[in-house]
């Protein structure tokens, strides 16, 4: 029984690592102005909606990081 939890979490924890890079190079696309969020035909309006999804990416990144520490693999 152990041991099937270890596999479950050590394949959970490389999942949430995978994610988690995948998020990291989202939110660098989007620093550096590549991402389709960037692109002038965001109208104003919308800039406080892309913010306010910038930040909950950056939160869902910690919370994922936070995930796989505490698996201690």
């Known amino acids: 029984m152990l041991k099937a939890r270890n596999t479950a979490m050590r394949e959970l924890a490389c999942e949430l690592m995978s ?8 939110t660098q696309f989007h620093e550096a102005g590549k991402c ?7 109208v104003l309006e ?4 892309v913010e306010s999804r910038h930040e909950e990416m950056e939160e869902e990144v910690d919370d994922k ?8 693999i």
């Open 19 to 26: 994610e988690v890079e995948s998020l990291k190079l989202a």
């Open 65 to 72: 990081l936070l995930t796989v520490m505490e698996l201690d």
């Open 36 to 42: 389709a969020l960037n692109e002038s035909d965001v």
């Open 46 to 49: 919308d800039v406080d909606a």
